[in-house]
C-alpha cells in the first residue's frame, strides 16, 4: 500500500530548540506539503516542493524553513521553536497532474513547553 | 481570491438519518473536487473524487457527492448516518493556477447521536 510516513505521531520540545519534522512518500510523487492544522482555523499551508531542491512558501511560512534532497524526502524545520508553534503538523504528497489528489501521513502533533 | 466554503463547522445527526454535509467553492475553471475525512488524531483520507465525466461520484463508507457546476456546489451525503461516521470532513477544490495545489475548507465536524 502506497504511503506517507511521518517519522512521529507526537512530540514535545523546548521553547528555543531546532526542531526536525520528517516526512517520507514512497509512491515517486512530484510534490510535496506541509501544513499545519489547529482548532478553528483548517489546514494552512506552510511550504511546498514540486521538485528535488525546490520550494515555495505557502500561506504562514514564518518560523519554518523545509528541505528537500531527495524526491522522496521533504523535511519540516523550526529554526527556533516557540509555543505559537505547538500544533499538529500533516505532510501530503501529489502528483503533478493534480487530478488525484493529496495523500497524506498520519500528523506530528507538536508541543512546545 | 479562491475559496472553499463549508457551511456549518458542526453538523449533527442521529444514526441513521441522512448525512448532508454543504460545500460551495470558487473557480474560474473547471475544478477537481475532493472530499476528506479526518478521525481523531490521524491525517485526512480521501473519501471520494470529481474530476471529469459522470457529476454523482461514490465514494467510500457508502458517501456520496454531486458536482453541480451551475450552483458552484459539491455537497457530500450518506442516506444512513452510523457511529463510525462521526469525524472532521474536509471538502477541497484544485487551484486555478496550479491543479496539483488543493484549497481547502475549513472542514465540517460531524457528531452522530446514538
Same mark, same amino acid.
Request: charged share 20%.
Given at each position: 500500500?502506497?504511503?506517507?510516513?511521518?517519522?512521529?505521531?507526537?512530540?514535545?520540545?523546548?521553547?528555543?530548540?531546532?526542531?526536525?519534522?520528517?516526512?517520507?512518500?514512497?509512491?515517486?510523487?512530484?510534490?510535496?506539503?506541509?501544513?499545519?492544522?489547529?482548532?478553528?482555523?483548517?489546514?494552512?499551508?506552510?511550504?511546498?516542493?514540486?521538485?528535488?531542491?525546490?520550494?515555495?512558501?505557502?500561506?504562514?511560512?514564518?518560523?519554518?524553513?523545509?528541505?528537500?534532497?531527495?524526491?522522496?524526502?521533504?523535511?519540516?524545520?523550526?529554526?527556533?521553536?516557540?509555543?505559537?508553534?505547538?500544533?499538529?503538523?500533516?505532510?501530503?504528497?501529489?502528483?503533478?497532474?493534480?487530478?488525484?489528489?493529496?495523500?497524506?501521513?498520519?500528523?506530528?502533533?507538536?508541543?512546545?513547553? | 481570491?479562491?475559496?472553499?466554503?463549508?457551511?456549518?463547522?458542526?453538523?449533527?445527526?442521529?444514526?441513521?438519518?441522512?448525512?448532508?454535509?454543504?460545500?460551495?467553492?470558487?473557480?474560474?475553471?473547471?475544478?477537481?473536487?475532493?472530499? #476528506?475525512?479526518?478521525?481523531?488524531?490521524?491525517?485526512?483520507?480521501?473519501?471520494?473524487? #470529481?474530476?471529469?465525466?459522470?457529476?454523482?461520484?461514490?465514494?467510500?463508507?457508502?458517501?456520496?457527492?454531486?458536482?453541480?457546476?451551475?450552483?458552484?456546489?459539491?455537497?457530500?451525503?450518506?442516506?444512513?448516518?452510523?457511529?463510525?461516521?462521526?469525524?472532521?470532513?474536509?471538502?477541497?477544490?484544485?487551484?486555478?493556477?496550479?491543479?496539483?495545489?488543493?484549497?481547502?475548507?475549513?472542514?465540517?465536524?460531524?457528531?452522530?447521536?446514538?
Amino acid at each position: 500500500d502506497v504511503k506517507v510516513t511521518q517519522s512521529s505521531r507526537y512530540l514535545v520540545k523546548r521553547t528555543g530548540e531546532k526542531v526536525f519534522l520528517e516526512c517520507v512518500q514512497d509512491m515517486d510523487h512530484e510534490n510535496m506539503f506541509w501544513y499545519r492544522q489547529d482548532p478553528g482555523l483548517g489546514l494552512r499551508l506552510i511550504y511546498f516542493s514540486y521538485d528535488v531542491k525546490m520550494k515555495e512558501k505557502g500561506d504562514i511560512p514564518e518560523g519554518y524553513s523545509v528541505s528537500r534532497e531527495k524526491k522522496e524526502r521533504f523535511s519540516l524545520i523550526l529554526e527556533s521553536a516557540s509555543t505559537n508553534q505547538t500544533s499538529m503538523y500533516l505532510c501530503a504528497s501529489s502528483l503533478s497532474t493534480g487530478n488525484y489528489g493529496y495523500t497524506f501521513g498520519s500528523g506530528t502533533r507538536l508541543t512546545v513547553v | 481570491a479562491q475559496s472553499v466554503t463549508q457551511l456549518g463547522s458542526h453538523v449533527s445527526v442521529s444514526e441513521g438519518a441522512l448525512v448532508l454535509l454543504r460545500c460551495n467553492y470558487s473557480s474560474s475553471v473547471p475544478p477537481y473536487l475532493f472530499w #476528506y475525512v479526518q478521525y481523531p488524531n490521524q491525517g485526512l483520507q480521501l473519501l471520494l473524487k #470529481y474530476t471529469t465525466g459522470a457529476t454523482l461520484v461514490k465514494g467510500i463508507n457508502g458517501f456520496e457527492a454531486e458536482f453541480k457546476k451551475s450552483e458552484t456546489s459539491f455537497h457530500l451525503t450518506k442516506p444512513s448516518a452510523h457511529m463510525s461516521d462521526a469525524a472532521e470532513y474536509f471538502c477541497a477544490v484544485s487551484a486555478v493556477d496550479s491543479s496539483y495545489k488543493l484549497i481547502f475548507g475549513s472542514g465540517t465536524r460531524l457528531l452522530v447521536r446514538p
